[in-house]
């Protein structure tokens, strides 16, 4: 098969941008309107949202515990245990906790979706929808991008509780330090309403990311199963490009503005 120039491989690129770009439009636009259809709303929070929670959960325990492990040698060598809580909480709160549960959302949550779009496109049940007189905007579109963005913003905030407890239960099985000593640290030294802001900022512009790409590389599938197998694996790809670039664009925004 004969590989696509730069040129194409430009175009295509410009392509999914501006498709992106109308994804989000048609969500807005149909939020606005109050034209978003509730039902499926629902059934998208409960299908995408509520059965992310184990998922998010367990991965972000664990990872709370490992951050610990990870810091052991170099708190015991400069005898700083007092400061795990404030270490902790600056990487969960506003680095980990977000790419954490966007990567996870996008894994889960963003390949899901484009792999329903992308059937429904590749079977024409998208074109039967506007037959029947049904705006897929309403329909499909905005409460599947609704739902994404809320259960990345809300998901962020458990994976910050559960890592920080799990960050919390390590440092007390291996170093030692008590519950108290680690929340004083927390609390004392880094936890604010401005810490928190950042990581749901970051939270739900990752949430428009991978709602967007996921939504349209699902509804731009063809070729049948293989074309959906495709439309997956790039949506999962480009989503996890989007949420390191944006990562560091509003870590960056919020460094200059500070």
């Known amino acids: 098969m004969k590989q696509p120039s730069w040129r194409g491989r430009v175009a295509h690129a410009l392509e999914s941008i501006g498709s992106q770009g109308l994804i989000l439009g048609q969500a807005l636009r149909t939020t606005v309107a109050g034209e978003v259809d509730a039902v499926?709303?629902?059934?998208?929070?409960i299908r995408l949202g509520l059965y992310s929670v184990p998922v998010v959960f367990s991965t972000a325990l664990f990872v709370g515990g490992m951050m610990v492990v990870q810091s052991i040698p170099l708190l015991e060598r400069f005898g700083a245990e007092s400061l795990l809580g404030w270490g902790a909480g600056f990487g969960i709160l506003r680095e980990i906790g977000p790419i954490l549960t966007g990567l996870m959302i996008s894994g889960r949550v963003g390949a899901n979706n484009?792999?329903?779009?992308?059937t429904l496109s590749v079977t024409s049940q998208v074109d039967g929808l506007?037959?029947?007189?049904?705006?897929?905007?309403?329909?499909?579109?905005a409460p599947r991008v609704l739902?994404?963005?809320?259960?990345?913003t809300l998901g962020t905030l458990v994976s910050m509780a559960v890592a920080l407890f799990g960050a919390a239960l390590s440092g007390l099985m291996l170093l030692g330090v008590s519950p108290d000593l680690f929340w004083n640290s927390l609390t004392g030294g880094l936890?604010?309403?401005?810490?928190?802001?950042?990581?749901?900022?970051?939270?739900?512009?990752?949430?428009?990311?991978?709602?967007?790409?996921?939504?349209s590389f699902g509804l731009r599938?063809?070729?049948?199963?293989?074309?959906?197998?495709?439309?997956v694996s790039s949506s999962v790809v480009v989503s996890a490009l989007l949420i390191f670039l944006l990562d560091a664009l509003v870590s960056f925004a919020d460094t200059a503005s500070s």
């Open 40 to 45: 499926e709303f629902g059934r998208a929070m």
């Open 114 to 118: 484009t792999a329903e779009l992308g």
């Open 130 to 141: 506007r037959v029947l007189a049904i705006d897929p905007a309403g329909y499909l579109i």
């Open 147 to 152: 739902a994404i963005v809320l259960t990345t």
């Open 191 to 215: 936890l604010g309403v401005h810490d928190i802001l950042h990581g749901l900022i970051k939270a739900f512009v990752f949430g428009l990311a991978i709602a967007t790409c996921s939504t």
């Open 221 to 231: 599938a063809r070729g049948g199963a293989p074309g959906v197998g495709r439309a």
